[in-house]
């Protein structure tokens, strides 16, 4: 089972400013088959980041991931009032399916 | 549009049993791998289930297999999720959510609103 870890566990920042979120792999995850996902409170998560980098539709380009290998990344340029809330990467080049335990991006 | 509602949670007690299902609208049903993720109350995301496109490959987590059937009904665009056994820690809301092809691991998009099933005496 590829064990995904995500850091900070919890990141203060202001609106305006740009966030820095890493997912690590205990191994490397097959053809970067790697997800970011969204979650605000009392809402189901939401489909940010597919393939590592590529955006999903809908998603402001203020998002964009990276990364490859064992070592992902999500950066939001430039925070908005709405992008505080949970973020929670996934792999899913390999059986079972993992999820990271989360980033909380909360307001300074 | 997509959509996906899922029904069929609510509170039961440890060892029994109940069946969520997740409807779904607005794609091509049969095309699509289906899969189950649940959230414990405060805690963050885990998979449960999925299932292909076919019905004919099914695939668990270690913490559910053996005690847990996905199955779906085509006729009906719709999924299933039979619990049996259910345990304090099977607590949780259970999202149903969209794969991206027929068969195969693959990312979830959209996901439902969630059940909330409690296992509690």
């Known amino acids: 089972e590829i064990v995904l870890t995500q850091s900070p566990g919890t990141l203060s920042l202001s609106p305006g400013e740009r966030a820095t979120l890493s997912c690590r792999a205990s191994q490397s995850v097959s053809d970067s088959y790697l997800a970011w996902y969204q979650q605000k409170p009392g809402q189901a998560p939401r489909l940010l980041i597919y393939?590592?980098?590529s955006r999903a539709t809908g998603i402001p380009d203020r998002f964009s991931g990276s990364g490859s290998g064992t070592d992902f990344t999500l950066t939001i340029s430039r925070l908005e009032p709405e992008d505080f809330a949970v973020y929670y990467c996934?792999?899913?080049?390999?059986?079972?399916?993992?999820f990271g335990g989360g980033t909380q991006v909360e307001i300074k | 549009e997509v959509q996906l509602l899922e029904s069929g949670g609510g509170w039961v007690q440890p060892g029994g049993s109940l069946r969520l299902s997740c409807a779904a609208s607005?794609?091509?049903?049969?095309?699509?791998?289906m899969n189950w993720v649940r959230q414990a109350p405060g805690k963050g995301l885990e998979w449960v289930s999925s299932i292909s496109g076919r019905g004919d490959s099914t695939y668990y987590a270690d913490s559910v297999k053996g005690r847990f059937t996905i199955s779906r009904d085509n006729s009906k665009n719709t999924v299933y999720l039979q619990m049996n056994s259910l345990r304090a820690e099977d607590t949780a809301v259970y999202y149903c959510a969209k794969g991206q092809r027929s068969t195969g691991t693959t990312r979830f998009d959209p996901w439902g609103q969630g059940t909330l099933v409690t296992v509690s005496s």
């Open positions: 607005g794609f091509a049903f049969s095309s699509y791998v």
């Open positions: 393939v590592a980098s």
């Open positions: 996934q792999q899913y080049g390999n059986s079972p399916l993992t």
